[in-house]
């Protein structure tokens, strides 16, 4: 059974910086495209980013770009998101998502196959 666990949510100030995790566990994801999307209170889910099997290429969505980083851990088979200048617009819940039956990376959530439960990110002013 694939599980994606998300974890280093938190409340934070203005400007401040977070770190997110994702342990992907019963699966070896070395070769698959993984991102990151979110879901803002009333708002619809959205990418933040994604990036190639081997970590050569990412995208990031204009409103994170210069401000978030993905990065992954093929040996230890984790993602991560790296979090900086934060503002309040940032807040949501946080997903991580892998794509295990397509070969080309998109922002599209509906190639993604295996989602985990989210964490939470509140960016108070």
């Known amino acids: 059974q694939v599980q994606l666990v998300e974890s280093g949510g938190g409340s934070v100030q203005t400007g401040g910086s977070l770190r997110l995790s994702c342990a992907v566990r019963?699966?070896?994801?070395?070769?698959?495209?993984m991102g990151w999307f979110r879901r803002a209170p009333g708002k619809e889910r959205e990418a933040v980013a994604y990036i190639a099997f081997d970590g050569g290429y990412t995208i990031h969505t204009d409103p994170v770009k210069g401000r978030f980083k993905i990065s992954r851990d093929n040996a230890k088979n984790i993602l991560y998101l790296q979090m900086n200048n934060l503002k309040p617009e940032d807040t949501a819940l946080y997903f991580c998502a892998a794509s295990r039956s397509h070969s080309i990376c998109t922002l599209d959530a509906a190639r993604y196959d295996d989602w985990g439960q989210g964490t939470q990110v509140t960016v108070s002013s």
């Open positions: 019963g699966y070896n994801v070395a070769r698959d495209c």
